[in-house]
């Protein structure tokens, strides 16, 4: 564990985000991340957490299920974090980030859903939708 | 990460397009965006008759594709990787390009 600090930011410059402590990258193979990013959907989270540094009046956060809502910056488009409503817990597009050479792929998600077109090398575990969410989406009393 | 499908300019039609805001990242060209939901559209170059780069990820696409080429490697962070043979193109062999585009 560590207690270093990363900067984000978004194409424009002008949304900044720090996260905090050790970060770990996933990836979301979902229909809605491949629809949101235009790819598939490669989060980081952060050990200590995630905060938005400057910027907060340029991000404009879209009501995307249920359970989550997606942020992005309004000037350049930059797609910027995924929040579950339930919780307060942000992973951030990990591209907006410098991480260190030392980070690797923890998990990829709703590889059921990733098309034909790409794979990723590495043998990071691969959950399907229902195994993700049996191992995420709990019971809902967290 | 951008993997993005190319289209012939005056091949892309819009069913709608009234959400749709562009974004100027360089000094030769564009990104669009939908305004409300912030999804990642499509690059496009300012020359005249210049290409679509439309998102992969926001078409539905047949089976059997493949990816071409992966370009600005020397740029990729080194969590990821994709997996398959095929050329790899640096930052310095793309910025030739784009100055052999712009003559």
Request: proline share 3%; with cysteine.
């Amino acid at each position: 564990m560590t207690n270093a600090i990363y900067t984000g930011h978004c194409l424009c410059g002008d949304v900044k985000l720090e996260g905090r402590g050790d970060p770990r990258v996933d990836v979301c193979h979902c229909d809605m991340c491949l629809h949101w990013h235009g790819a598939p959907g490669m989060a980081v989270s952060f050990a200590n957490g995630l905060s938005i540094s400057t910027g907060e009046a340029l991000i404009l956060t879209f009501d995307s299920s249920e359970w989550a809502t997606r942020s992005f910056c309004k000037k350049c488009g930059t797609t910027l974090f995924y929040k579950l409503k339930a919780k307060d817990e942000f992973s951030a597009q990990a591209g907006l980030f410098n991480l260190p050479d030392t980070v690797d792929i923890s998990e990829h998600i709703f590889i059921d859903e990733k098309p034909g077109w790409y794979d990723f090398k590495g043998d990071a575990p691969r959950l399907t939708g229902a195994e993700t969410l049996a191992k995420y989406a709990g019971d809902g009393s967290d | 990460m951008f993997i993005d499908v190319s289209v012939k300019d005056g091949d892309l039609r819009f069913e709608s397009d009234s959400t749709l805001a562009w974004f100027e990242s360089s000094k030769h060209a564009r990104r669009g965006f939908c305004s409300v939901c912030g999804s990642s559209l499509f690059f496009k170059m300012k020359l005249n008759g210049a290409p679509w780069g439309v998102l992969a990820g926001t078409l539905d696409l047949p089976a059997g594709l493949e990816i071409g080429e992966e370009v600005f490697i020397d740029e990729k962070p080194d969590y990821y990787a994709l997996a398959g043979e095929r050329s790899h193109v640096t930052s310095a062999e793309m910025h030739a390009r784009l100055k052999e585009a712009l003559k």
